[in-house]
Nanobody
Framework: QVQLVESGGGLVQAGGSLRLSCAAS????????MGWYRQAPGKQRELVAT???????NYADSVKGRFTISRDSAKNMVYLQMNALKPEDTAVYYC??????????WGQGTQVTVSS
């Protein structure tokens, strides 16, 4: 089992920045890609960014150039630096870790609210 705990969400004005953190514990040796997803009210959960154990990254088009995902494997942490935030970035952000044989572990989510 793997436990994921997010932190760093909050309220910020448009154009501002936030840094989300995800702490992983448990059987983390089984984790390969980790990432961030978000879900806005009335919308489906969507990919924000992913990062492999080797550091390869992938971003949603809507956040490219503004968000940066990073990983500290020694500390079992994954981060999401979010700059130039927009009101449409408002959502609950979830940390995700892929299981080795299919499926995902999820954190409880952290709220990000961007005011205009």
């Amino acid at each position: 089992q793997v436990q994921l705990v997010e932190s760093g969400g909050g309220l910020v004005q448009a154009g501002g920045s936030l840094r989300l953190s995800c702490a992983a514990s448990g059987s983390i040796f089984s984790i390969n890609p980790m990432g961030w997803y978000r879900q806005a009210p009335g919308k489906q959960r969507e990919l924000v960014a992913t990062i492999t154990r080797r550091g390869s990254t992938n971003y949603a088009d809507s956040v490219k150039g503004r968000f940066t995902i990073s990983r500290d494997s020694a500390k079992n942490m994954v981060y999401l630096q979010m700059n130039a935030l927009k009101p449409e970035d408002t959502a609950v952000y979830y940390c995700d870790a892929e299981k080795p044989f299919g499926g995902d572990y999820w954190g409880q989510g952290t709220q990000v609210t961007v005011s205009s």
